[in-house]
């Protein structure tokens, strides 16, 4: 963890993007870090964990951190939570939580909120568009032999 405070420290002395840091650990090793580089890359998906995931995948090449534990300098928000479970790490701990980080000034607060609303009540709106269309790819993955590497949350509704 202190290493990923560390992290979150020289995004600030970098200037590379708001203070946050991450480090993957699996087996007692390092497997990723990172820190955010939102400004730098002008990529709004680059926070911390995002990039030390993208590391630990890289340097693995997989897609897929089974067993691997994230360490993040603050709670991570939706997406990296999302991109914690696609690539199926098996537990995080964080530092300061989402309230600190509306404190500081940052979002994550406001976008769990946001995801607790139903889609027509939120800011952006999202409107299904000719769903038969798109349909036919998932019938010709449904049928592919890939389909059985997807992840197994679907079968696992409800009980995560
Ligand atoms: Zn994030």
Redesign the pocket.
Known sequence: MRRAIALSRRALATESGPP?GAVIVRNGEIIGEGSNHVHVNNDPTA????MAIRHACATLKTPYLDGAILFSSSE??????S?IYWSRIAAVHFSTDRHAAAQAGFD?LALYKELERPCNKRRISMTQTIPEEGQVTFEIWKNDCRAAIQTQLNEDDGTM
């Not at 926070?47 to 995002?50: G, N, R, S, W």
């Not at 991570?76 to 939570?81: A, G, T, V």
């Open positions: 946050f926070h911390a964990e995002i991570p928000c939706p997406m990296c939570m991109a994550d």
